[in-house]
């Protein structure tokens, strides 16, 4: 057995905020008609279909709408391949599909009562109406990312694994010490 | 700066969350076509001053792709309607027609 490891190990930074790596993850991306898997997620994940733009849970145990044939299941990191092996099972009559990508992916926590300045810096989306139970896929400086709000002063954000370094780098730079603007 | 409404995921987008498409509603022209015609196909896009009809993808986003009518003077966005049709929607065209009289030309 190889010895999993997350991307960054142990990064963290304070500033702002403050900003730590999650480490290992579990995440199954199913893709499929929603009103077809639904069964199949609430059977396997536990969960309820999430509303566009939703959702319901958090990281190790949620559900998150990624697009209109496509939900994002979080999970813990061992159980990952036997809830794509389940799903698979479930909904073998149905046209999906189900793939395990919590290697392809890192996690960030960003933390503290200027999180939601730390993310408008970098991406064109407005922090001021972002609500709970909202998951946004949008542009981070230069490359994609996704997060939530998984507490009052708690933004999860996740990116593709190759780019983690560089997505640690630009949320540590952009919780700076002294750089808050103080806009939220 | 240009701000479209993606229809399959409803975001507002900024437009450097998307990817431009090009010029929408084209139809194919393929095997034991003129030659004029496939190079038309190919290559010949409208580049109007005024009403224009494009593809673009929600890429830093959902992903999915979408169909945007808008002015390319002022950047007025006229509305913004799913990938899967090979016309505009009526409605979008009657509120073009509302805004932008004699357009259709
Ligand atoms: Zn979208």
Known sequence: MSNAVSALPGAAHAGIASVTEMGLQGMVTLRGDHAEIAAAVKKVAKQDLPGQRRINGGLGKGVAWMSPDELLILCAYEDAASIVEKLDKELKDAHHLAANVSDARAVFAVEGPAAREVIAKLCPVDMAVFEDGEIRRTRMAQVPAAFWMAGPDTIHVVCFRSVARYVFDLLATSAAEGSGPGFF | ?105
């Open chain 2, 1 to 105: 700066m240009l701000l479209l409404t993606c229809p399959n995921c409803g975001v507002a987008a900024e437009e450097t969350e998307l990817a431009p498409g090009g010029e929408a509603h084209l139809k194919r022209v393929g095997p034991g076509s003129e030659d004029a015609d496939f190079e038309g196909y190919l290559f010949l896009r409208k580049n109007p001053k005024g009403v224009h009809f494009e593809r673009w993808r929600h890429a830093n986003g959902c992903g999915k792709w979408f169909h945007a009518a808008r002015c390319t003077v002022t950047l007025e966005v006229f509305g913004t309607y799913s990938a899967q049709t090979t016309e505009p929607p009526k409605d979008i065209l009657l509120k073009i027609d509302d805004k932008r009289p004699g357009w259709r030309g």
